[in-house]
């Protein structure tokens, strides 16, 4: 599919997502508690098949922390951003998706480490680069005294 | 005293009967043992030392680089200079090693390979012992040498080690029988264990041209077998420096590691040598039937340079392998051995048996 | 150490007979700091559980604080053997989020150069799979050859590894006129060096012993846990950005993906090799072609984004790497996200591992060719 019957499918499959064409990819912002929902269905669905992920990060805006999932399917080629906004930008909190895309275990496990977003559900929640008490380097409040490293 | 370069039957002979006119048969005893265990000190060490040195020059020939060139003409002094080292480092002991077992592995293994040197014949008349079940006594003694690796592994209190020694145990104790047999095959042929009964069998041809396709048979797995005997690539399981880091000895350092270390070359020597004494007719020159020049000539080539010559190449042979072989897994080695080799030289000892009775050798 | 409780009573029951070995984090076959928590059976793998971050160095946090020109220079201490195929990705998204055309000159240049930069980071997998199964000759084979991409890398850009060749908009500077002349001379050199790497370990019966068979990857497997690269490939996992998101001179150029269904240790192995025959094809297109004209467009002199979020993908020389740029338009970035293959990769060991031996363990980890700084990035 292009991108433009992508975004077209979507609107359609998903009323209560918010689709729209980004500069490469379709992007697609889901409500948080939608997510496992729209997952099983975005792999599930033959049309669409989205079975590889590729990318999974999260991103600290000012009001919000947006775990974003790239998407590919290997079969029709494909490629999704799926974005799903946490609530609370201190103590966010959004499902897990390692059932669905396995790789996406230690993913979370990443953006936990460095972001400090809570995966519900995740089976093996711990950090996975830094120690324990390290703090969350990647928001942008986080604050290094000893290496200053600032925006 | 006379000094003869071809037999030092006289030499030997001579020194014994002049210490006994000077001193009490205790005193003789003593001062000949004494002088026996200095050679073979300095010769284990000096040969051990010149076995690593061409180890990597071998090993850098055929990795197309020169090896150790800094140390010395050719990098001749590099070993010597590593010895050193060696000798200084600290010894460390780390936690919770059994340390009676731990200190004592290193002596053990070095014992095993001195009390297999004592029979090897280097020339006629340059033989410690001269048992008429020299070739038992080699491959008994041998296996000594597993008894140090397992108590290394074991008392080195690391999971690595542990894991190497066990490995070693298997691995040392299947291809004992490999060794043995196919040294069976060649007593047959030979009708004696003793090794200088044995070289002197082959004064008209060695065995390997004697007892043509079983003894040629009986040596391949004897250089198979033997190599797996002594550790070495592609039969290195128990040091697996990839998977096992250094095996049993990874928890050793300074002298206690070089004992390890100098023990495997030490034992490399004993397998060629033994492979020589058996199958390549010990410190005999090369001789062929009816070329009487030829044979004459050879017969000028003192037996010392002979056995050292044949030595240099099974060793040679033994390095070949382990720079171009990936290394087995160990079940695959053991497979090798039970399913393989064991059955072949089943074969080949009845083989060998029937061209003995059929006297359809040379 | 409670994971070590966690592993060991991992399912409803204790197994007493199981023991855990810490491989890594200093370890020879890991090559680098990486540690994994092996629980042994005897000889058997149960369970790997990776341990990361050793060398994590907060190259994405770093980003946030410099110029886009600037992280290029971080991006090739990731992963270290496809240092020029980490650069253009970035070079490639900036240029994509400003839409600008770089000349052909340095489209060629760059697939030379990445094509080139492949084949030296195939050669040193190949003398490390040769080391980690005990074969260390293969080593020097491999070294040897690899040394002529380096110095070739060495005139073209002043560094032989770490190059930093890239710039947004195009390459530093031009080629070294000698440049093309001993890239030709090289592929002649190595083509036929490359079959004695088949004589030397892939013939040999040892060698097929310990990979035939060994380390299954199914196809659904590698597509979940996201394998790419050769190791996805021998999976059938169709994954060749070169092919499906083409960038560079690679829509010019003819060349195969190879793909295999088998999964096993020698596929892994083997389509590396013949990825080495398609970098060599692919190189010999491009480099009597390359075309007269600019080595890079003039960019402003401080670049800057529009707002927005770009990806980038490319194939690097362990599978897809990916550039995930967020821009609030400052000079800087807003977030910076790196895909390394060798992140993904490394925890689909597990599935391949366990059940089988530990050399076979070492074995199948130097058929993923692991970097580790790529992983803890």
């Not at chain 1, 400090?116 to 942008?140: A, I, Q, S, T, Y």
């Not at chain 2, 059994?98 to 009390?115: S, V």
């Not at chain 2, 393989?340 to 061209?355: A, D, E, K, R």
Request: glycine letters at 6%.
């Amino acid at each position: 599919m292009t991108n433009e019957e992508l975004q077209a499918y979507l609107t359609g499959e998903f009323p209560k997502a918010e689709v729209t064409l980004g500069k490469q990819y379709v992007e697609m912002i889901v409500k948080s508690e939608d997510l496992v929902e729209t997952s099983i269905k975005l792999k599930g669905m033959p049309q669409l098949s989205m079975d590889y992920l590729f990318c999974l990060t999260g991103v600290d805006y000012p009001e919000k922390m947006q775990i974003v999932y790239h998407l590919e399917s290997t079969k029709h080629r494909h490629v999704l951003v799926m974005k799903c906004d946490t609530a609370d930008r201190v103590d966010p909190k959004v499902d897990s998706v390692r059932e669905i895309w396995r790789t996406a275990k230690y993913h979370e496990r990443e953006v936990y480490d460095l972001m400090g977003v809570h995966f519900n559900n995740h089976d093996d929640l711990r950090r996975l680069f830094l120690e324990d008490g390290w703090g969350f380097p990647l928001r942008k409040d986080y604050k290094d005294e000893v290496r200053i490293v600032e925006r | 005293m006379g000094f003869n370069i071809y037999d030092f039957t006289g030499m030997t002979h001579n020194m014994h009967v002049s210490f006994m006119e000077h001193m009490s048969p205790l005193m003789t005893t003593i001062v000949e043992w004494t002088i026996i265990g200095v050679c073979y000190l300095l010769f284990i060490a000096l040969f051990g030392l010149f076995l690593v040195y061409a180890e990597r020059k071998v090993c850098a020939m055929f990795q197309q680089r020169m090896g150790p060139m800094r140390v010395g003409y050719w990098g001749l002094l590099q070993t010597i200079a590593d010895f050193i080292k060696l000798l200084m480092k600290e010894l460390i002991t780390p936690k919770g090693v059994d340390k009676f077992l731990y200190n004592l592995a290193p002596f053990i293994i070095m014992i095993a390979t001195f009390m297999a040197m004592a029979v090897l014949p280097f020339a006629k008349g340059l033989q410690t012992l001269d048992f008429d079940i020299g070739v038992f006594y080699v491959t008994a003694v041998s296996s000594i040498g597993v008894i140090g690796i397992l108590i290394a592994g074991w008392s080195s209190n690391n999971k690595y080690s542990l894991i190497g020694a066990m490995r070693s145990g298997a691995q040392i104790l299947s291809y004992e029988l490999s060794v043995s047999l196919s040294l069976v095959t060649m007593i047959i042929l030979a009708g004696s264990m003793q090794l200088s009964v044995i070289v002197e069998g082959q004064r008209d041809a060695w065995f390997i041209f004697k007892g043509h396709v079983p003894a040629l048979i009986a040596f391949v797995i004897f250089l198979i077998a033997g190599t797996a005997e002594t550790n070495r690539g592609p039969f290195d399981l128990a040091e697996a420096e990839s998977e096992l880091t250094a095996g049993f000895h990874t928890e050793y350092s300074g002298i206690k590691f070089a004992f390890f270390f100098l023990a495997e070359y030490i034992n490399m020597f004993i397998v060629a040598a033994m492979a020589v004494t058996v199958f390549l007719g010990g410190w005999m020159p090369l001789h062929f039937g009816s070329l009487e020049s030829f044979n004459h000539v050879m017969d000028f080539i003192p037996p010392l340079v002979w056995f050292f010559l044949k030595v240099g190449g099974v060793i040679f042979l033994i390095m070949w392998f382990k720079w171009t072989f990936p290394r087995l897994r160990v079940d695959q080695i053991l497979t090798l051995e039970w399913k393989y080799l064991l059955p072949i030289n089943l074969v080949n000892i009845l083989l060998m048996s029937l061209v003995v009775l059929t006297k359809f050798h040379l | 150490m409670s994971e070590t409780k966690e592993i060991i009573i991992s399912t409803d029951k204790i197994h007493t007979d199981q023991y855990l070995v810490n491989m890594g984090p200093q370890h020879p076959s890991t090559h680098g700091v990486l540690r994994l928590l092996v629980s042994l059976e005897g000889e058997v793998v149960h369970h790997i559980q990776p341990h990361v971050g050793y060398i994590h160095s907060g190259i994405e946090k770093m980003c946030e604080a410099i110029s886009y020109p600037q992280i290029i220079h971080l991006t090739d201490r990731m992963d270290y053997l496809s240092a020029h195929m980490n650069n253009e990705a970035v070079a490639l998204c900036v240029e994509n989020a400003l839409q600008v055309e770089v000349p052909d000159r340095v489209k060629y240049i760059r697939t030379i150069m990445d094509e080139l930069s492949r084949l030296a980071s195939h050669q040193l997998w190949w003398c490390v799979m040769g080391m980690d199964l005990g074969a260390l000759t293969t080593f020097f084979y491999g070294l040897r050859d690899r040394e002529h991409i380096l110095d070739i890398f060495e005139e073209t850009c002043g560094a032989r590894m770490t190059v930093n060749y890239n710039l947004p908009g195009g390459l530093m500077f031009d080629i070294h006129p000698n440049f093309q002349k001993r890239v030709k001379d090289f592929l002649k050199e190595f083509k036929t060096k490359l079959p004695e790497y088949d004589e030397l370990l892939t013939g040999n019966v040892i060698f097929r012993q310990r990979v035939d068979n060994i380390g299954h990857l199914t196809l659904e497997d590698a597509i979940a846990w996201g394998v790419t690269g050769p190791s996805g490939r021998g999976s059938g996992f169709s994954c060749d950005v070169r092919k499906h998101q083409p960038y560079s001179a690679y829509p010019m150029v003819q060349f195969e993906e190879k793909l295999d269904t088998k999964g096993d240790s020698f596929v892994r192995y083997r389509l590396r090799i013949e990825e080495m025959w398609e970098s060599i094809h692919i190189i010999e297109q491009l480099i009597d072609n390359i075309p007269e004209g600019d080595y890079a467009v003039k960019m402003k002199g401080v670049i800057k984004l529009p707002e927005g979020e770009f990806y980038q993908r490319v194939e690097s020389a362990r599978g897809e790497f990916g550039v995930y740029i967020v821009s609030d338009g400052k000079k800087n970035p807003y977030r910076v996200k790196f895909r390394s293959p060798g992140f993904s990769n490394l925890f689909a060991l597990n599935k391949m591992a366990a059940g089988h031996k530990i050399a076979d363990l070492v074995a199948i980890m130097s058929t993923l060719d692991l970097v580790i700084p790529d992983i803890d990035r």
